[in-house]
């Protein structure tokens, strides 16, 4: 399936009445506690870990394996659900641009803590700095990029699959910590403790992934898109596949022959230690470096958009870094 990025457009107003209306089950918010909406159910694993044992509820928009999040088109129902948050917890950068453009249609405030903005990586401030500013969120700490006019799906362009980035997570966890304890004062204890756990759990794994790096310092690796790129270069791995094709493939545009055959003959004759795929965004090229890869005997590594089982985020990334460390043992 190709991709479309586009944001998508504001229900109307009729259509977000009638989803009110009807005997569907009961929306985010329909309680008395405290209710968080997060764009992908990544972020929701992250935002139950630090509400955990709390009155909090957590709902992420995409919660469905096989949805590409870059595709994803806001049903009213989403936006019932969002209008009745009381915080947001989103990607950014682009990525989750239905939530921008909902947000933006509403006629409340929840406050919103976005990931991009969050992240140290290098050019999220520039990517971030593109949006605008949402009550409730700190500006002088960085919180309020949402970018309104998309983003740019090419070589150099920003990669917008923070959550690859471990470092990222942790400053996420304090951001979601820090807002929780403001919208549910009462559980402030209770969040604090749970984001510490939290972040020992990450800055544990974060640590492992540094000792590989020292062991596999500019080992090549190869990729068929974006995802896998943050966590591969703290991994110290340099992905061989040439930009041009990454990028292409991410913004489901077809790859030139030339850049194909480029792509071919670098997974053919460089030494890859391992291949990331990822199932949810997929094409005729990129399935067949896939087939490639394969064939050569490269491990391959699944590497996707949302948390496929029912793992928590800490177990789905550890298994993804103990199938890389395999692949390079």
Do not use: K
Request: proline letters at 4%; a negative charge.
């Amino acid at each position: 399936m190709r991709r479309s990025h586009a944001l998508a457009a504001t229900v109307p107003l009729s259509a977000l009445l009638l989803a009110g209306c009807g005997g569907e089950t009961q929306a985010a918010g329909d309680g008395d506690g405290t209710t968080v909406v997060t764009s992908t159910n990544v972020y929701a694993s992250l935002v139950e870990a630090v509400a955990a044992d709390t009155e909090v509820e957590v709902e992420p928009i995409i919660d469905d394996a096989a949805q590409d999040p870059h595709e994803y088109e806001a049903s009213s129902r989403d936006q019932l659900t969002l209008s009745r948050a009381d915080m947001v917890v989103m990607n950014g950068g682009g990525y989750d641009g239905f939530v921008t453009t909902m947000l933006d249609a509403l006629d409340t405030e929840p406050a919103v803590v976005d990931a991009v903005s969050v992240s140290d990586l290098p050019g999220a401030a520039e990517v971030a700095a593109g949006g605008h500013d949402h009550e409730g969120e700190d500006s002088e700490e960085g919180h309020a990029g949402h970018d309104h006019a998309g983003h740019d799906h090419g070589p150099g362009s920003f990669n917008e699959h923070v959550w690859y980035s471990i470092a990222t997570m942790v400053s996420l966890v304090e951001e979601v910590e820090h807002h929780l304890a403001e919208v549910a004062p009462d559980d402030a204890a209770a969040f604090q403790e749970n984001a510490q756990a939290l972040t020992d759990e990450l800055t544990g794994l974060q640590s492992r992934v540094e000792e590989l790096a020292g062991e596999h310092e500019g080992e090549a690796a190869a990729v068929t898109e974006p995802v896998a790129l943050w966590l591969f270069e703290d991994l110290g791995l340099t992905n061989v596949v040439p930009e041009d094709f990454v990028y292409s493939v991410e913004a489901g545009s077809d790859v030139s022959p030339l850049v194909v055959a480029e792509a071919t003959e670098a997974l053919e004759t460089q030494d890859v230690q391992v291949f990331a795929y990822n199932s949810q965004t997929s094409g005729p090229e990129a399935d067949a470096l896939h087939e490639i890869a394969v064939d050569q005997g490269v491990p391959v590594v699944e590497m996707t958009e949302t948390i496929q089982t029912d793992d928590d985020y800490v177990t789905w990334m550890t298994g993804i870094v103990d199938s890389v460390e395999q692949a390079l043992s």
